[in-house]
């Protein structure tokens, strides 16, 4: 689903195995067994995420040095 996307910043929402839900956007490094490795936060922040809890996502796309979500 997001391995096409690897390289790239997607806004996620996600629910956490404790059913907490979330919004961020992340820059994701790796997709591999259902796990997403990705960068978050402006300080890049490495953090792993289950292909099961995604519950939306879009790719963000840049033009002219600022950040647009498509």
Not at 16 to 35: E, F, K, L, P
Not at 41 to 68: D, N, S, Y
Request: aromatic share 6%.
């Amino acid at each position: 689903m997001l391995g096409k996307y690897i390289g790239q910043m997607v806004e996620l929402v996600y629910m956490d195995r404790a059913g907490h839900i979330t919004q961020r956007q992340i820059r994701i490094n790796s997709v591999r067994g259902g796990m997403i490795r990705a960068s978050a936060g402006k300080e890049g922040a490495p953090r792993t995420f289950l292909e099961q809890g995604i519950l939306a996502w879009r790719p963000v796309l840049h033009k002219e040095g600022k950040e647009e979500i498509c």
